[in-house]
Structure formats: C-alpha cells, structure tokens
C-alpha cells in the first residue's frame, strides 16, 4: 500500500487493482469532492453579497468609471474665471496698500 496522496496505484500479480489502495483512493475523492462543495458554497455566499450590494448602489453600480467623460472649460468661461480672480487680488492688494498707509 501507498502513503496516501502520493497518487501511485499498485496492481497485484494478476493485474487487478489492490482492494486498500482501491479504497483509499476512494476516500481521497470523496475527501476533495467534500473540500471543493465547501468552496463552492463560500463562493456562492459572496457572489450573493456582491450582487446585493450592486442592487443597493443601482444604476451607479453597472456605470464603468473609466468612461467618465472629461470636463472641459471653453475659453469664454476661463476668461470669465481669470478676470474675476484678477479683480479679487486688485481688492485684496488695495486693501493692502490703505493698511500700509
């Protein structure tokens, strides 16, 4: 007979399968097939936890945030910003000067 995992068979003068060995790898099957239902419900448990927490954000959940468009500023609306920040730094210099004075 054969440590176990070492997945060696020994066959018999006669050819046929030792009926240890036969149960062994019986038992090793039915061990992994017990180990990978295990896993496959812990899969099935988060996969339902994902897709209740997709429900929950709705829409926004199946939006690919890759292929948010990019905001642009036309020229008239940068002109718009600079003037008025033009216009406060005059005030706040202004404001500087009559304190210095």
Partial sequence: MHP???????????GRLFLEDSISILAAIRREE???K???AKLQH???GLQTAAKALGKSANRDLTSAKKRVLSA????????????RW????????KAVA
């Fill in 46 to 48: 988060n996969l339902i």
């Fill in 76 to 87: 008239a609306g940068r002109a718009k910003i600079s003037k008025a920040a033009k216009k």
């Fill in 38 to 40: 295990k896993q496959l």
């Fill in 4 to 14: 176990e995992g070492t997945g060696l068979v020994e066959w018999g003068l006669s």
């Fill in 34 to 36: 017990k180990k990978v």
């Fill in 90 to 97: 005059a005030k706040v210099k202004a404001q500087a000067k």
